[in-house]
């Protein structure tokens, strides 16, 4: 399946007999019948199986190998690509070759190059490295067909695939062919392999291949031979692995006794992302020669795509290791604030405490920084500011937060004092239009920048990376601070974090305030029954909009199919979504230029100063 930059891959090992290559080509014609995607990956040699030791140099099953691929072709079902490997005989001598074919052609025949001959292997007995013999031949005659040989990048006509193929040991060299390929325009790695087993090796082959696709910033695909390869002192697992721009997709290790298919969604669009913007991928580019050449391959599009695993709503929260990332990120977030504090000498920490999300956590983690310096909690203000959105609980909640905290409460009451400005200027006080509610966030920022002078403190800012994202926050309010504690971490990973705070940090009385400002609708209470996601929508949605376009470079209309199918919206509903985001995210970067100094938290930011160089009067709006 090939759809919207999504191409669905196939690792396989089949069930084999060593030594019976026709047994083997029924069994692999049996899988290719029911694969439902459009490159599949067979282990290496797996036409005659790997261990077939001083039986290579029979003519019987060199003759029968070469039968059975020509059966392959003419009975092929499979409309896609299909690797395989088996032993290629040019001018008497052996190279180990992975063979490339669509339906009956060949497209290509690529030799191993490095040959094991250490410890377990010594497959220089029986093979040749292709390192010579691709200086010499560039095509070949094989079945009567003029085939295309050698270090081989396979490009769709479209530009969009490329793919280029290495051979089990060929992976563990110091500059493996895979790397090379992919300097010259590879997205894909395909590995046939018969990589045996034994204690640990699963875990350092694992590592070694999400390893290759970090720096090779792309994919890779690896599969390997099975149990009934297994024979003397070697026993084989079946370990397929598919990895992408240094993360795991997908693997298996079953030891199982029947064939087995493993599948992934490459994303192409994300590898083509992250190679524009990895400056040091592209300046190894051109650095090192390399003779290949290129053959065009052509796969159909689908109408649609079925994903193998369902997306994540949630990207941004862990999934794994969950307190193991928390710990993380709190120290991250206490540390750049302990460092902050102590480089200004501050001696006291200013929080604009609304019961809300954010500023729930900022109130968390000023507290234990005060722990952690020895600063007295009561050095820590939580200035509750209520006025006329306020509601009696988010009043509530924030005062009960501060009390069990042990931190010191200001309250003051701005409604007259907001009164006083629409005076001054002219307002009515009762419109609710972007001047009445700017005007309160505004004037609690004064008296947090006022507070703050007085007791020679900081004022913490509790505004998340959403709300930047967004735009949901009054410039010259509580967009401004003078550090963003919150500005490194979206809506979703707030919650994650706040959870975890109360539970592993703090007692039961403020685990249980935690919970209720959880289960509280957000709101900025600048008038009545104002809830954001009636707005702006579900923080979720766009959470995954944010992640999409700056860890994908995805495009809108990409993210609209992406989020109907992870949120199970229409299409109208998903076009909406995604046209509002970026309405207001290109029409907001003037908040972010002018954002105070936040730690970076995850891989991505919107610092004008780091992750986000972006001019403000970009206009990428449809009307």
């Known amino acids: 399946m090939y759809y919207k930059d999504f191409v669905k891959v196939a690792s396989v090992t089949p069930k084999l007999e060593v030594g019976n290559p026709t047994y083997n080509v029924t069994q692999m014609l049996e899988i290719l019948k029911d694969l439902r995607s459009s490159i599949a990956v067979f282990p290496e040699l797996g036409i005659t199986a790997y261990t077939c030791n001083d039986l ?52 290509g025949i690529v030799p191993k190059f490095y040959l094991p001959n250490t410890q377990e292997f010594y497959e220089k007995r029986w093979f040749t490295s292709g390192y010579d013999i691709v200086k010499k031949v560039k095509m070949l005659r094989y079945l009567d067909q003029v085939v295309p040989f050698g270090s081989i990048i396979f490009r769709s006509d479209d530009g969009r695939i490329s793919f280029g193929i290495e051979i089990c040991e060929d992976m563990w060299a110091p500059i493996s062919p895979g790397n090379l390929l992919a300097l010259n325009g590879a997205k894909m790695i395909l590995n046939l392999s018969a990589s045996n087993e034994y204690l640990n090796k699963r875990a350092v082959r694992r590592r070694t291949i999400i390893e290759h696709s970090r720096r090779n910033a792309g994919a890779y695909v690896y599969s390997s031979a099975g149990v009934h390869e297994s024979t003397s002192d070697t026993v084989f697992s079946g370990h397929n692995v598919i990895a992408q721009n240094g993360d795991l997709l997908i693997e298996t290790e079953n030891f199982s006794q029947e064939s087995e298919v493993i599948y992934a969604d490459i994303d192409l669009s994300k590898i083509s992302f992250s190679r524009k913007m990895n400056s040091s991928f592209r300046d190894t580019l051109n650095k090192y020669e390399f003779d290949s050449v290129t053959v065009d391959v052509h796969l159909d599009k689908s109408d649609d795509y079925d994903f193998e695993q369902a997306f994540d709503q949630t990207p941004f929260v862990p999934k794994t290791n969950e307190i193991e990332a928390f710990q993380k990120i709190a120290n991250l977030q206490e540390n750049a604030l302990i460092k902050r504090l102590r480089h200004i000498h501050a001696e006291s920490i200013i929080v604009g405490v609304s019961g809300g999300l954010d500023s729930t956590l900022a109130l968390l983690i000023a507290s234990r920084v005060a722990d952690q310096i020895g600063m007295d909690r ?4 939580g200035l509750t500011m209520p006025a006329f959105g306020t509601t009696e609980k988010t009043l509530r909640q924030a005062k009960q937060l501060i009390k069990h905290l042990g931190v010191s409460i200001k309250e003051i009451d701005i409604r007259d004092h907001v009164n006083d400005h629409f005076e001054l200027i002219g307002h009515d006080k009762e419109t609710p239009d972007a001047t009445y509610e700017n005007t309160q966030a505004r004037a609690r920022t004064m008296l947090l920048m006022n507070f703050a002078n007085m007791h020679n403190g900081i004022v913490l800012g509790t505004g998340d990376m959403s709300e930047l994202a967004l735009g949901w926050c009054t410039y010259n309010g509580d967009q401004m601070s003078m550090y963003g504690i919150n500005a490194g971490i979206p809506k979703t990973l707030v919650r994650f974090m706040m959870s975890h705070y109360a539970e592993e940090k703090f007692g039961k009385n403020v685990e249980n305030v935690v919970h209720d400002v959880l289960e509280t609708p957000i709101s900025p209470e600048l008038i009545m029954d104002q809830v954001t ?17 700056l860890r994908f470079g995805d495009t809108e209309s990409r993210i609209a199919w992406l989020i109907g199918k992870t949120f199970d919206l229409s299409q109208k509903e998903s076009e909406t979504y995604v046209h509002n985001f970026f309405a207001r995210f290109y029409s907001q970067q003037f908040k972010r230029q002018a954002v105070p100094d936040a730690p970076k938290i995850l891989d991505i ?14 206009n990428k709006t449809k009307q």
């Open 605 to 618: 930011s919107l610092s004008p100063r780091g992750d986000l160089r972006m001019p403000s009067d970009v």
């Open 56 to 107: 290579f140099f029979q003519h019987g099953l060199l003759e029968e190998a070469e039968a059975q691929i020509a059966r392959l072709l003419n009975e092929n079902p499979f409309p896609g690509i299909v690797v395989f490997g088996a032993p290629l005989e040019i001018d008497g001598i052996l190279y180990n070759s992975a063979f490339v074919i669509q339906k009956n052609k060949l497209l």
């Open 533 to 549: 996601e009636d707005v702006i929508g579900k923080y979720e949605v766009n959470d995954f909009i944010l992640h999409r376009f």
């Open 378 to 381: 009561k050095k820590v203000y």
